[in-house]
């Protein structure tokens, strides 16, 4: 953890802690949050929870008032396309800004970056990851997979258990992040109670409902100078509705993926269909037309994960 006090330096006699706030750029940074993610009110109050109680830390170190490292290493579970990479990116900067990273990066990985395939594979390429990510935060991607008990010749327990050395012996420089789906996060913390004694903050990611989903197309098309004709918003609606019981959904992502289809058969069907010139608001419009001609509308011709 980076020592941001002036140890020769006498303590101040009070801090402005709204002041430390906004010096600091978590405003900015948890207003950013907001921008890029739709709902999520129980993380992101969380996340302004986790920002105060370490702007707080601070204060008190500053103050020279004792006290133990606080534990940073954190659980993320919540199903695809919910936030979780995109939280754990602003967590790594709110750390930063704060002193208690020396670096502003997030190392993203899954079990294939840490796990070898033959003996004497798996600690090199484990302990290469971890010095890459010292000093920031490593954010570990379905982290369960790192445990398959029932292939005895499977090297993933060696990776956890280095991973848990240095999540203890080096929790001062660098911050874990363990994320992936809520029942299967629960079984690898029972069969690995190492990690869960060493995370400070489980954050759960709540799925996103139909109204939701469509503000988030909303959102992501007029990023894009892009929008739904009212037809097509109607359609839409359903087609979100629809594509929920479907296998392989996986929310805000399955939205985008939607709606880069619809584009396709926009502009084919502008290039294709549409008789003469074409004007600002037809480049524009996503019609009815281009959300019902997905597969979703005919179950029988659904694809597994089809948009």
Do not use: C, W
């Amino acid at each position: 953890m980076t020592d941001i006090v002036d140890t020769s330096a006498s303590p101040p006699a009070a801090i402005d802690l709204k002041a430390e706030f906004g010096e600091a750029g978590l405003a900015d940074m948890l207003s950013a949050l907001d921008d890029e993610l739709f709902g999520l009110k129980p993380v992101k109050a969380r996340i302004r929870e986790i920002a105060a109680l370490l702007l707080v830390e601070r204060a008190r170190r500053r103050l020279g008032l004792t006290s133990g490292p606080p534990t940073l290493h954190m659980s993320f579970t919540g199903n695809p396309g919910t936030g979780k990479t995109t939280v754990a990116l602003r967590m790594a900067g709110i750390l930063h800004r704060l002193g208690f990273t020396r670096r502003e990066q997030l190392i993203a990985v899954t079990r294939d970056d840490l796990v070898g395939q033959y003996i004497g594979h798996t600690a090199p390429k484990t302990k290469e990851v971890l010095k890459k990510a010292m000093g920031g935060v490593l954010f570990i991607d379905e982290a369960y997979y790192l445990s398959r008990p029932e292939n005895e010749r499977d090297y993933g327990q060696e990776s956890i258990e280095i991973l848990l050395q240095v999540m203890e012996n080096h929790r001062a420089d660098l911050v874990v992040i363990l994320a992936g789906y809520p029942d299967r996060m629960e079984t690898f913390f029972a069969s690995n109670p190492g990690f869960r004694s060493r995370i400070g903050h489980h954050i759960t990611f709540p799925d996103y409902d139909d109204e939701e989903l469509v503000a988030i197309g909303d959102l992501i098309l007029s990023k894009e100078d892009y929008r739904l004709s009212a037809d097509a918003k109607e359609a839409f609606t359903r087609y979100v509705a629809l594509r929920k019981t479907q296998p392989h959904f996986a929310n805000a992502r399955s939205v985008r993926n939607a709606l880069d289809r619809a584009r396709l058969r926009q502009a084919n069907r502008l290039v294709h269909g549409h008789p003469g010139a074409v004007t600002p608001d037809d480049l524009m419009t996503i019609e009815a037309a281009d959300i019902l001609a997905s597969r979703v509308f005919a179950p029988s011709l659904v694809d597994e994960g089809s948009p």
